[in-house]
Antibody, heavy 120, light 107 residues
């Protein structure tokens, strides 16, 4: 059974760049899409972006100018880089998986989430 | 902008009750809608995809219906472990969108 685990800093400074990694174990990254979703404290879920196992990406337009998602296939992990952080980026960040082979996007596996606080 | 509107935002119910949660899309999404359950401090869990297909391991007391713009999640015979927040998610266009959530609380 696949397991996703986020890692990265719990505290980041305003204007800096956040880098989070999602490690995928118990399965391959092949033939899936790999996503980042965030949840502001006490709020709902916001889709950040995704990367396909071949490297193609799609980003939320609200974050495109600050966002990069990359995939390291040999290490079975993918990474989020979010630049120019503000307090509004304080959230729990989840990595998640959706199967390919269908235009429908459903998240069938999730990491446990990592709380990132942006503060000086 | 595309929107998913859930109602109610919260509902109080007792064990054994039937709970109905609505999700309305601002334009048709055919049946490309999912439902998730999230308990405090944990990640969301997929309950239903394609509006009505139960995900593996999900109890049959959960059911989904609807197409186009109006969808329903029904929880029959509510169990203690069902008290959680439920989200709908549109699965057909980008950026992917979630509803605002419905919190099911113990009465």
């Amino acid at each position: 059974q696949v397991r996703l685990q986020e890692s990265g800093p719990g505290l980041a400074r305003p204007s800096e760049t956040l880098s989070l990694t999602c490690n995928v174990s118990g399965g391959s990254t092949a033939y899936y899409y790999w996503h980042w979703v965030r949840q502001h404290p006490g709020r709902g879920l916001d889709w950040i972006g995704r990367i396909y196992y071949t490297g193609g990406t799609s980003y939320n337009p609200s974050l495109t100018s600050r966002l990069t998602i990359s995939l390291d296939t040999p290490k079975n992990q993918f990474t989020l880089r979010l630049m120019s952080l503000t307090a509004a980026d304080t959230a729990t960040y989840y990595c998640a998986r959706s199967p390919s082979g269908s235009p429908r996007v459903y998240f069938d596996a999730w990491g446990q989430g990592i709380l990132v606080t942006v503060s000086s | 902008d595309f929107q998913l509107t859930q109602s109610p935002s919260s509902v109080s119910a007792s064990v054994g009750d039937t709970v109905t949660i609505k999700c309305r899309a601002s334009h048709s999404v055919r049946n490309w809608l999912a439902w998730y359950q999230q308990k405090p401090g944990t990640a969301p869990k997929l309950l239903i995809s394609a509006a009505s297909d139960l995900a593996g391991g999900v109890p049959s007391r959960f059911s989904g219906s609807g197409s186009g713009t109006d969808f329903t999640l029904t929880i029959s015979s509510l169990q203690p472990e069902d008290f959680a927040t439920y989200y709908c998610q549109e699965a057909s266009s980008f950026p992917l969108t979630f509803g605002g959530g419905t919190k099911v609380e113990i009465k």
